[in-house]
């Protein structure tokens, strides 16, 4: 792996809230390794997932959008991109072909200046939903949001078009050097970690206002049954107040019992077995806003 000519190195997707760095980083990946929703602010921890070609390795690390944090958690999640920009070899700023440049993005495009080591690439995402007049009009846009972008490349995600043409120019930004991971893995999450992310993803559709943001899920246990081919997996969704509790679990349980259905098929195939799927809600009332909660739920 050490042959010469072999690249490896770290790069990051940055942009507004739900411009479609997930989404990105599973189709260079291959598989699901950061979950997706319309959601603003679906990612809240740093993924790195391992792209493997023949001339190198990318390790892409998906972080929260940027926005203007109204609480603790979004103060955190603002801070943890900003470390992860100062590590990383290649910056890709992101920017939907179906939305004008505004505010937001020119803020976050020059905001990069302050990251001099790691080169700049800009991504027009969403081609698939967008004209080509729409395709035309972003990449002038976003062209003249700096002079140093390495490249300017319009992708789509969903149609798999130019994650090639992305992934070759990631690579040649990248140092030459080893790979850092086995070329079998996809990313560096723990299976814990994986299981809540799908939980809380499930958990996230459909609803509505805050609630996503109130959202947290921890892992209790995860366990092969005794003497049965069942993995136990238990569960605690938290949220902050009661009434979001209600809206969770719905009536009867039956909203509970679909996020319960919508994971399990997901957790399956990832553990390899079947599985029991035992999910508690609590509440942890303000927990965005505490610093001790926020701690206890690994933030």
Not at 4 to 21: E, Y
Not at 64 to 75: D, S, Y
Not at 199 to 204: F, S, T
Request: with cysteine.
């Amino acid at each position: 792996m050490s042959d010469s000519g072999f690249r490896c190195g770290f790069a990051t997707f940055v942009g507004r809230p739900n411009v479609g760095k997930s989404t990105l980083t599973n189709a260079l990946v291959g598989e699901k390794v950061a979950i997706t929703s319309d959601k603003p602010q679906t990612t809240r921890r740093a993924i790195r997932g391992i792209v493997n070609r023949p001339d190198g390795q990318l390790i892409i690390v998906d972080t929260p959008g940027i926005h203007r944090p109204r609480t603790l958690l979004g103060q955190r999640l603002n801070d943890l991109v900003e470390q992860v920009l100062g590590d990383v070899d290649v910056i890709a700023f992101c920017v939907p072909a179906t939305e004008k440049v505004g505010p937001g993005d020119r803020r976050i495009a020059e905001s990069l200046d302050g990251y001099p080591r790691a080169a700049k690439v800009a991504l027009v995402t969403k081609t698939d939903a967008a004209s080509r007049d729409q395709i035309t009009e972003r990449l002038i846009e976003v062209d003249s949001l700096r002079e140093d972008w390495a490249a300017v490349i319009p992708l789509s995600s969903l149609a798999g078009d130019q994650l090639d043409v992305l992934a070759a120019e990631l690579l040649a930004l990248m140092p030459e050097g080893p790979a850092l991971y086995d070329s079998d893995i996809s990313t560096d999450e723990s299976v814990e970690d994986r299981v809540a992310e799908i939980i809380r993803e499930a958990a996230l559709e459909g609803v509505r206002d805050e609630l996503p943001h109130s959202i947290a899920v921890t892992i209790a246990d995860i366990a092969p049954r005794e003497g049965s081919d069942l993995t136990d997996v238990y569960a605690d969704i938290v949220v902050e107040r009661d009434s979001q509790k209600a809206i969770i679990i719905g009536h009867r349980g039956s909203r509970l019992r679909d996020v319960g259905a919508r994971a399990r098929a997901q957790i399956e195939p990832l553990l390899g077995t079947r599985v029991f799927l035992g999910l508690h809600v609590r509440v942890a009332k303000e927990w965005q806003r505490d610093a001790k909660k926020l701690g206890r739920l690994g933030f």
